[in-house]
């Protein structure tokens, strides 16, 4: 790639974010990031992953933790800002990746290269997409799907300024539903094509 | 009817705090509004106690400034004593570190012990002891658990049981002096006690107390600060103390401050300057020698800090005037029975672990006029009972992560390092240090002055 080209992806659960996210980084050919990135900033700093990986976008335990100014006893806000830091330095080098989840469109977005999208879908959508890939009833599914995006939101808002899902945080917010995942990827790639020709 | 308002905003104070679902400066200072509104309007309907409680009056007096005699106590509601003096101390505290004073200390020290592990454990967790004698123990934390972990990568052990121990050094530390540790602060000027009071006093028990901490961290933790061998360390990419030092003048200059305030701290008993003249001083000594970057230091201050000391303080005049206080020290003169042994050990327990969970300040600042009451009511020695408060609420905070600030500023710059302190492993060696010197604490005091 010649010039840099960060994508921040945030996602619900079910909605195949994940997928379309390591779709766009096959076709940029860019490095991928998902929960990946602890292990990666361990690695780097000679760290005990195994330790870490417990408290990764998680969100602060409430009562037991305590602040002062501006720091906190929390190991999940503190690992979270490790990380966020990792992905700085990142991109502060000049590196191409496409980031999914870790608040990357707010810790990244005084970067001009980065393009932030948000995918969403439609709730029987994403029901059925998690009952088939977690293979699970429909009610365990449910109760899957509400809990993982629960923490999602809670560990999103908790380090950022704007709330986790609201279209006006992200460049772009797609419904995956309405297309299905390989034409929504095929709309975000030329999306993208034009926000990289604006870029230049 | 204004100690039931009262009562509901102090409690409701506390759970906020614990809670932290909003900054704690914030909700001391809106349970403040709700005092002067509440307490002392609609319940008590005292512009009295709204002025006695503001306290602003006690700034144009002449005894706040210079005491000719013995320190007198303070009248209660707003110490300004105490905000004077901490302002003046952060002031000064971040021109050091702008000069680079507290990272030279660290790397000097380290270099005299020629980078050895074992030496750089025993003479940090000294150096944060005395540090933090007469300097926040947030800031003392901040520079040393920094230089810590930047060592312990370049000297290859691990920087979390030094980190602890010093956390716990820097607690002992402030016990030990009147400037030492919010609380102590409170104490002293709230009950008119010198420098010299608390370092003859709760300075002699913290000095005990380090002796048997030093050991004890030592050999708990001997095994864990082991180099892994075979790895060779090259001293010639270990940074220098010098290149710590970003402005030579600058740092000559801060070197001088701190010891013009150390000695002016030590002797202010016999020149009559109260701790508010001394904090008023250092702050524009600092700032004149900072010259152009006055504005920067001045906008470094902790003004969250300052404003939450100042809710407090009303909060708590709140339950004085309304005579809530009496009624909680009657109760602990009950349980005691008057006998000042079980009043003692029942403060000293309670304080620490209290302390141990929720914010040592507004717990020290309501235990003041309860001691106070107790000893009039009881008449037991009122110094003994503050050497009890003091030291109760300065150790007790070490036991947990959440108990006191330095052991927060530890744990979070570790942890953004990637070198997680849980929970357990934090307590596993610092409950016991803790009950220890407690143990130290309470039987000097009975040993001393029963």
Not at chain 2, 56 to 80: C, D, K, Q, R, T
Not at chain 2, 278 to 304: P, Q, S
Not at chain 2, 368 to 393: C, H, N, Q, R, Y
Not at chain 2, 419 to 425: C, E, F, L, M, S
Request: proline share 2%; aromatic share 10%; charged share 20%.
């Amino acid at each position: 790639m010649g010039s840099q080209l960060i994508i921040s992806v945030g996602r619900e659960f079910g909605s195949g974010g994940h997928v379309i996210a390591e779709a766009l980084a096959k076709h940029y050919d860019i490095q991928f990031i998902d929960h990946h990135l602890m292990e990666e900033v361990a690695l780097e700093r000679n760290l005990n992953y195994e330790e870490l990986k417990e408290y990764d976008e998680k969100e602060k335990k409430p009562i037991i933790t305590r602040r002062i100014r501006g720091l906190s006893n929390s190991p999940e806000e503190n690992l979270a800002y490790l990380q966020f830091d990792y992905l700085k330095k990142k991109a502060v080098k000049g590196d191409s990746f496409v980031i999914v989840g870790r608040c990357s469109e707010h810790v990244l977005r005084e970067f001009k290269t980065m393009v932030s999208i948000f995918v969403l879908g439609d709730r029987n959508c994403k029901v059925k997409r998690v009952m088939e890939r977690y293979n699970l009833k429909e009610s365990a599914a449910i109760k899957l799907m509400d809990e993982k995006d629960f923490k999602r939101k809670r560990y999103h808002n908790s380090h950022c300024e704007g709330k986790w899902g609201d279209s006006r945080n992200y460049d772009i917010s797609v419904n995956s539903s309405k297309l299905g995942i390989d034409d929504t990827v095929k709309m975000l790639i030329d999306y993208i094509d034009m926000r990289r020709g604006k870029m230049d | 009817m204004a100690s039931i308002f009262a009562t509901i905003i102090f409690v409701a104070m506390f759970i906020f705090i614990v809670t932290e679902i909003v900054e704690r400066h914030i909700i001391s200072l809106v349970c403040a509004a709700l005092t002067l509104v509440f307490v002392f309007g609609v319940g008590m309907q005292s512009m009295d106690a709204v002025v006695e409680t503001l306290n602003v009056h006690s700034i144009f007096n002449s005894g706040f400034w210079y005491h000719s005699g013995e320190a007198a106590e303070s009248a209660s509601g707003i110490n300004w004593e105490t905000i004077i003096f901490i302002f003046g101390m952060m002031v000064m505290v971040e021109g050091m570190a702008k000069v680079g004073f507290f990272r030279w200390l660290c790397m000097r020290i380290a270099k005299m012990v020629k980078y050895k592990v074992i030496p750089i454990f025993i003479t940090f967790m000294v150096l944060s002891t005395i540090l933090a004698m007469f300097i926040d123990s947030i800031t003392v934390i901040l520079f040393l658990a920094a230089v810590t972990i930047e060592l312990s990568r370049l000297l290859k052990f691990n920087p979390i049981p030094m980190i602890l121990a010093e956390v716990f050094c820097a607690n002992l530390g402030g016990s030990a002096t009147m400037c030492g540790d919010p609380p102590n602060i409170i104490i002293g000027t709230s009950l008119g006690y010198s420098f010299a009071d608390f370092i003859t006093n709760t300075g002699l028990i913290a000095a005990v107390s380090t002796v048997v901490v030093l050991l004890y961290f030592y050999f708990v933790y001997r095994k864990d600060l082991a180099v892994k061998t075979g790895e060779s360390v090259d001293f010639a990419t270990l940074p220098s103390p010098e290149s710590a030092i970003t402005n030579k003048k600058g740092f000559i200059i801060s070197c001088m401050i701190f010891g013009v305030t150390i000695v002016l701290l030590i002797t202010h008993a016999q020149t009559g300057l109260t701790v508010a003249t001394i904090g008023v001083f250092v702050a524009i000594v600092t700032l004149i020698a900072a010259g152009k970057g006055a504005l920067e230091l001045m906008k470094k201050v902790d003004y969250k800090t300052l404003s939450f000391f100042i809710g407090l303080f009303v909060v708590i005049g709140g339950l004085e005037q309304t005579g809530v206080l009496e009624v909680m020290a009657g109760f602990i003169g009950k349980i005691s029975g008057g006998n000042t042994m079980v009043m003692i050990a029942i403060i000293i327990w309670l304080s620490a672990i209290a302390s141990a969970f929720v914010d040592n300040i507004p717990f020290a600042t309501t235990m003041i006029p309860i001691i106070k009451s107790l000893s009039v009511t009881f008449g037991v020695d009122l110094e003994v009972l503050s050497w009890t408060l003091a030291m109760g609420t300065d150790i007790g905070g070490s036991a947990t992560p959440i108990g006191a600030s330095a052991n927060v500023v530890g744990i979070a710059t570790a942890a953004r390092e990637g070198y997680v302190i849980k929970w357990g492993t934090y307590c596993k060696k610092m409950v016991p240090a803790t009950l220890i010197v407690i143990l130290i604490s309470m039987v000097v005091i009975y040993l001393r002055y029963l």
